[in-house]
Nanobody, 125 residues
Framework: VQLQASGGGLVQAGGSLRLKCVAS????????LGWFRRSPGKEREFVAA???????YYSDSVKGRFTISKYNGEATGYLQMESLKPEDTAVYFC????????????????????WGQGTLVTVSS
C-alpha cells in the first residue's frame, strides 16, 4: 500500500491544522491507520491510531487536542490537530497495517508496514 500524506504547514500556537493521508488500496477497511511524528533531535513517536473497527488510540501528549478519523470508502484518513503547541513541531507520518489475525498495540511503529513520506508541521510561539 502506498500512502500520501499532506496538510502540514506553519501555524501559530493555539491554531489548528488537518493532516490527510490517502492510501492506494480498495480494502482500507481492513487496515489500521496510525500517525507518528519525529521532532528535531528526537526519536519517532506515536501520536494516534484508529483500528479497523474505529477504536481510537492517542498519546498522552495529544489526547484531547488531536482527533484521528478514517473514511474507508475514500481510502483516506485524517488527523485533526487543535490547540497546537510549539512542541508539536515535527514531521508527521501516516502508516498502515492490515488489522487482522493477531493482537496489536497500535502504538508501536514496528507493527506498521507501509509509511507515507511525511509532512512538516511547524508551530510558532
Amino acid at each position: 500500500v502506498q500512502l500520501q500524506a499532506s496538510g502540514g504547514g506553519l501555524v501559530q500556537a493555539g491554531g489548528s491544522l488537518r493532516l490527510k493521508c490517502v492510501a492506494s488500496t480498495r480494502f482500507f477497511n481492513r487496515y489500521c491507520l496510525g500517525w507518528f511524528r519525529r521532532s528535531p533531535g528526537k526519536e519517532r513517536e506515536f501520536v494516534a491510531a484508529i483500528n479497523w473497527i474505529g477504536n481510537q488510540y492517542y498519546s498522552d501528549s495529544v489526547k484531547g487536542r488531536f482527533t484521528i478519523s478514517k473514511y474507508n470508502g475514500e481510502a483516506t484518513g485524517y488527523l485533526q490537530m487543535e490547540s497546537l503547541k510549539p512542541e508539536d513541531t515535527a514531521v508527521y507520518f501516516c502508516a498502515v497495517h492490515e488489522d487482522i489475525g493477531k493482537r496489536y498495540s497500535y502504538t508501536l511503529a514496528s507493527e506498521y508496514d507501509s509509511w507515507g513520506q511525511g509532512t512538516l508541521v511547524t508551530v510558532s510561539s
